[in-house]
């Protein structure tokens, strides 16, 4: 069911802080309807093919990712190395404590979750129904437990014959790191991009909502000025290089 009639994408849509636009999908949530359409066939061949193709997580708002972001950056929130280790603020630099965070976190109002066109999968007939999904690669390679379908897709995409879904993340680009998780509904995704931009995206981190038309506040982004320092040199390295 529409929340709203018009499907067309717009600044509050982009940046994630408005569900119009999106469409409530039994079994995948709210989505970008386009998306969702594509991703029902993909999870029908999944079936035939013999994968129950699920969602992990599809959309998510700009409050949910400004909660994590704004943890991460204070230090309330576990940060990560590519090897899984801890990671310490206190050893880093606000420049380097800002990179750690962006590898594995997008940055509120970047983030492609904000469009309802890309999708965390896996499959859940492949493990016990306690397994806790931890979302790592380690579980989509070659001893994970969705490697199968993980090289199902892959030969999908190769082909271009995934519905019009591509994996955004292959860890290539040295910027966001690896996540064969997640897949974007590539001709969706694509009337997203030219709406986040600067100035949008300057005032919502600091908290005006106003201006793009939001009454409600919203918290000020954590680290604000780091970010601010260095955004040209971000979004090049961990939003736009993934666009398409
Ligand atoms: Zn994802």
Do not use: C
Not at 38 to 51: I, V, Y
Not at 142 to 159: C, M, R, V
């Amino acid at each position: 069911m529409a929340l709203n009639s018009s499907t067309q994408p717009s600044v509050l849509w982009a940046l994630g802080l408005s569900l119009r636009g999106l469409t409530d999908f039994p079994g995948i949530g709210l989505a970008n309807e386009a998306a969702a359409a594509a991703l029902s066939r993909l999870m029908a061949r999944a079936q035939k093919s013999g994968f129950q193709l699920s969602v992990a997580s599809g959309h998510r708002d700009y409050g949910r990712q400004l909660a994590i972001f704004n943890a991460k950056m204070r230090g309330e929130r576990p940060v990560y190395t590519d090897t899984g280790a801890l990671v310490s603020k206190q050893s880093l630099t606000g420049h380097d404590w800002l990179h750690a965070i962006l590898r594995y976190s997008a940055l509120p109002g970047t983030s492609r979750h904000h469009w309802g066109t890309d999708f965390d999968i896996w499959d859940p007939s492949a493990v016990p129904a306690d397994y806790a999904l931890q979302l790592q690669p380690s579980e989509y390679s070659e001893d994970g437990p969705f490697a199968q379908l993980s090289s199902w897709l892959t030969t999908l995409i190769n082909k271009d014959d995934a519905e019009g879904f591509y994996r955004p993340y292959t860890g290539e680009l040295g910027g966001v790191a690896p996540e064969p998780w997640h897949l974007s509904h590539r001709p969706s995704a694509k009337s997203f991009q030219p709406l986040v931009d600067h100035a949008p995206l300057t005032q919502l981190w600091s908290g005006e909502t106003k201006q793009l038309g939001q009454l409600s506040k919203v918290e000020a982004l954590a680290g604000l000025q780091e970010v601010q320092g260095q955004y040209e040199a971000i979004m090049a390295r961990y939003v736009r290089s993934y666009w398409v």
